[in-house]
């Protein structure tokens, strides 16, 4: 979950006493990259719920992202690498009615580190009013462990394009493409987001994102979320969201909070 409010927090640089930016809690990534020389820390906690009926019964999803965290390493003014790792507890619980009244309830638990990924992200242009960026990761299945490790899976890649514009001093819009292999199948799921945020005051900002996903088995999920962020100081920003689907293949819902800090090695 992954992402600040790039929307209406695009600032220029740490060193000229701006504020932290960061990709979480929204699905859109921020197309400006952090300080050269400067290290940032996003990590956040996730529950997601989902429940589909099956075998006259219903099969209850919960999965709970214990930490995940993405670090970002400016290396130059318009390039950042990029690395990411959660921690996950998935929880499945099969309920099913039988006859004289009774439910039969079974469930399954999976846990381990998912997939971590390395990337980078550079900005590609930059004006007072637009930003436009280019992220590009790679997940790799020996940095997972537990459950989600699966000795057939090859390195997955994912591409990202972000642009947001400023329309006025305090409301932005920004939206994203996305494209990505799972490393299973040559097929690959597409993504969008659209994003609009608006800063409530100088330390609290808001956002609504609608955004979805067509899948590499055909399947097309859409959403939204929301959320807020406050900036405790320049350099460090708490945040809390939540969504919901808006069609029967999407999850049901989820709610995110985290915390994000910036520091620096100069």
């Not at 436009?132 to 699966?150: A, C, E, R």
């Not at 956002?207 to 320049?234: A, K, M, R």
Request: proline residues 3%.
């Amino acid at each position: 979950m992954k992402k600040g409010l790039l929307l209406i927090l695009a600032f220029a640089s740490f060193v000229a006493n701006a504020q932290i930016e960061t990709d979480r809690p929204d699905f859109t990534e921020s197309p400006n990259t952090v300080p050269k020389g400067a290290l940032q820390v996003e990590t956040g906690f996730v529950i997601e719920n989902d429940q589909i009926d099956n075998l006259g019964g219903s099969l209850e999803y919960q999965n709970m992202t214990l930490n995940t965290t993405l670090l970002r390493w400016g290396i130059l003014d318009q390039l950042e690498l990029r690395f990411n790792w959660a921690n996950k507890r998935n929880e499945a619980t099969q309920k099913q009615s039988i006859q004289g009244g009774q439910d039969s309830t079974s469930s399954s638990i999976e846990h381990g580190f998912a997939t971590s990924f390395v990337g980078f992200k550079t900005n590609l242009y930059k004006t007072d009013k637009i930003s436009i960026g280019f992220l590009g990761h790679m997940y790799i299945p020996d940095l997972s462990s537990g459950d989600f490790k699966v000795d057939n899976q090859k390195v997955a890649s994912e591409l990202l394009f972000p642009v947001s514009y400023q329309i006025t001093e305090r409301f932005g819009v920004a939206a994203q493409y996305g494209i990505s292999w799972d490393g299973f199948t040559p097929n690959p799921t597409t993504g969008y987001t659209l994003a609009f945020g608006y800063a409530i005051t100088d330390q609290l900002n808001c956002y609504i994102e609608p955004y979805g996903f067509l899948t590499n088995n055909g399947e097309e999920l859409h959403l939204v979320n929301g959320g807020f962020t406050y900036l405790v100081n320049d350099n460090f920003q708490l945040d809390l969201t939540g969504g919901f689907g808006l069609n029967d293949e999407a999850q049901d819902n989820f709610i995110s909070c985290g915390a994000s800090f910036l520091l620096f090695n100069r």
